[in-house]
């Protein structure tokens, strides 16, 4: 009777109703030939889970990788129309609605769609992961602040992604920068300059210092003693050779920026290390670091 207990309990077929077989490596069916592995794609699936997918469910999403190219992908696990096999699952409906068409946007391992082709979304997203809870909420008008990464300096930043004039996609909105008057006045259109955490940006966007400076803190007395003409000499590091040197800023030629004036002394640098400091100074010495 224990016996015939634990055969009832075992997995069966869904073709005609028996139990699988089980030699290890797969279950299997001899009379009607289906068979499932217990490893698909390098993803072990426990026994449970595989019940319920025999049973016509849809898994969770699993990671997967390909046996021929060792691509990693994701993807859900469900049975066949046909019930002769187990097969991934690539797409599924996320239960939202494309903006632009009004038809379902689709989930897969890597983003969203619209099943017309009308809208997408990578899930990865300038470093930012995207949820299906926060597409909910971009599209409705309300995303969280995200932290995402310069696609080109690397540097992280912080925006909203919000639908796209078109609608058929998602676009950056940065976050707003406090600001504060520091009565000073734009050497190159006479309006306010305005101080960030980052930075003196004029309020027309004429101008441009940055506080951190090639290894320099530029405090706001000192950029008022730069364009008097007077600024200190301070401690810079070399962009490229990573060497410190002294130095001055001053106002560049277009009045938009401040470049570098180099010490008459290089203390006994070399000229190749000369070199690097060239490198480093004129036109856009107002850049961070």
Request: proline share 2%; aromatic share 8%.
């Amino acid at each position: 009777m224990a016996e015939e207990k634990q055969e009832e309990q075992g997995l069966k077929c869904p073709i005609c109703g028996k139990k699988l077989d089980d030699n290890f490596f797969e279950y299997h069916c001899d009379d009607c030939g289906f068979k499932v592995h217990h490893v698909i794609s390098g993803t072990k699936i426990e026994d449970d889970e595989l019940e319920k997918i025999l049973a016509g469910e849809v898994s969770p999403v699993h990671e997967f990788t390909s046996p021929k190219t060792g691509n990693v992908f994701k993807a859900k696990l469900t049975l066949s129309a046909n019930k002769r096999e187990v097969k991934f699952v690539f797409d599924w409906d996320s239960g939202l609605k494309c903006p632009k068409c009004g038809k379902k946007i689709l989930e897969s391992g890597r983003g969203f769609s619209c099943e017309g082709g009308d809208f997408k979304c990578w899930k990865n997203t300038r470093g930012a992961e995207i949820s299906r809870e926060e597409l909910k909420k971009a599209l409705e008008g309300q995303s969280d602040e995200l932290d995402f990464v310069g696609k080109g300096s690397g540097k992280p930043y912080k925006g909203r992604l919000v639908l796209n004039e078109a609608k058929d996609g998602l676009e950056f909105k940065f976050a707003e920068r406090k600001s504060e008057d520091t009565g000073l006045k734009c050497p190159h259109c006479g309006k306010k300059i305005l101080e960030t955490d980052k930075g003196f940006f004029c309020e027309d966007r004429d101008f441009k210092c940055w506080k951190s400076t090639r290894g320099a803190e530029i405090s706001r007395e000192e950029l008022q003693k730069i364009l008097e003409g007077q600024g200190d000499e301070l401690d810079f590091v070399g962009k490229s050779s990573g060497k410190p040197y002294k130095g001055r800023l001053v106002l560049n030629e277009a009045k938009d920026g401040l470049d570098f004036e180099f010490a008459d002394k290089k203390d006994g640098l070399s000229g190749s290390e000369l070199t690097d400091i060239a490198r480093d100074g004129g036109s856009g010495a107002g850049e961070g670091q």
